[in-house]
């Protein structure tokens, strides 16, 4: 799910990366946001204070609502991937362990 915002002067400033690269980011600890395009020379400076009610480029980068709660639910669906992941890793693994303890390595025959 990819998610565009556009800025005031109509270009786009931010994309959500989709399910995958977020889960790559998150095991790589690289943050899960991109800024895309480059900024206007107005912009230069970024600030993360909103302390100052004359700074758009710390205004602009307040996320809705809306935002927060997709980015939540991408955060959920990404928990709820890698447990389903390693709950299915463990079925593998115990299928190996029981294929080992029931079968002959030389022979490929049944053990009873």
Known sequence: M?????DISGG???????DRHLSLRAKLQTGWSV???SLDSKWST???????GTNRCAQSFVLSDEEQQTIIQVIQRAEALNLSEQERIGRLVERLENMKRNVCIVTATKIK
């Open 46 to 52: 970024y600030s993360n204070s909103y302390s100052s």
């Open 2 to 6: 990819d998610m565009t915002v556009k």
């Open 12 to 18: 786009t400033r931010w994309v959500c990366p989709n």
């Open 35 to 37: 800024k895309t395009g």
